[in-house]
């Protein structure tokens, strides 16, 4: 079984600077995992074409069950709200995550965390870029239970904060949520921490210790594959790590293999 996280980058690629249905579905098809975790997931913004990123990420895979969770309505770094409930926002462009999966889903599960309530200083590449207060989104966890070869799994796809202290703030949040539902359960996302962070502040095992990010030279790990410590010995053996470079995203995807 192939476990796998993404973030998107809302499918853009770094060479045009375009987000393109085809690049996307073949990026995507490329990791062929089983379940996988995407970040930076547009529905309906122009940005991306009005695109449904989760069901072409889906259908690439030929995984029949997915859900899109959306944090916000509207975009990112110009105009959103926060979304409140999960029918809000329809007809709107939406920013989220998915989850995907090849194998049956139980139940599905999402959990809101509030952003931070400061501005926090960013660095802007680019010639029109540099130093600025950036206002934080909220951010949303999106867990299922599956029904795998192996039993029962919970998985959960989540992005936290970028705003230092507020992430190891939502990651607390996110494992206290995630003990409601059966064990053995893993935690996939870009959770903005280094990867000794993310352990202690979880107190969970990494499944797979590699640089994600920047995409090019990778030097540090954002995006992460957790496993409850408490109920890892449920879990099959990782038998391989890998993080391929893809054709979009400023991002490396992370996939581990079990079993």
Request: glycine share 8%; charged share 20%; proline share 9%.
């Amino acid at each position: 079984m192939r476990l796998a996280t993404f973030n998107l980058l809302h499918g853009r690629s770094l060479t045009d600077g375009l987000v393109d249905a085809d690049r996307l579905a073949a990026a995507v098809s490329a990791l062929d995992a089983d379940v996988l975790a995407l970040q930076e997931v547009d529905r309906d913004q122009s940005r991306s074409g009005k695109l449904d990123l989760t069901a072409i990420a889906a259908r690439a895979l030929g995984a029949p069950h997915h859900r899109f969770a959306a944090a916000v309505v509207g975009t990112p770094g110009e105009g959103f709200r926060p979304l409140t409930h999960d029918d809000d926002g329809h007809g709107e462009p939406c920013y989220g995550v998915g989850l995907i999966s090849r194998h049956p889903v139980r139940t599905w599960r999402v959990t809101r965390l509030k952003g931070a309530p400061v501005r926090s200083p960013v660095v802007v590449p680019g010639p029109r870029g540099g130093l600025i207060l950036l206002r934080d989104e909220p951010r949303v966890v999106l867990a299922a239970v599956l029904d795998t070869p192996h039993g029962p799994l919970t998985v959960a796809a989540t992005h936290l904060s970028f705003v230092p202290g507020w992430n190891i703030r939502q990651l607390r949040q996110v494992v206290r949520a995630l003990r409601a539902l059966p064990a053995p359960r893993v935690l996939l996302g870009d959770l903005n921490l280094p990867a000794g962070v993310a352990r202690l502040v979880s107190g969970w095992r990494p499944l797979g210790r590699r640089h994600t990010y920047p995409a090019g030279e990778p030097r540090v790990q954002l995006d992460h594959i957790l496993a409850d410590r408490a109920a890892v010995a449920q879990l099959p053996p990782v038998t391989a790590v890998a993080t391929p470079l893809s054709t979009i995203s400023d991002h490396r995807p992370l996939l581990v293999d079990l079993g």
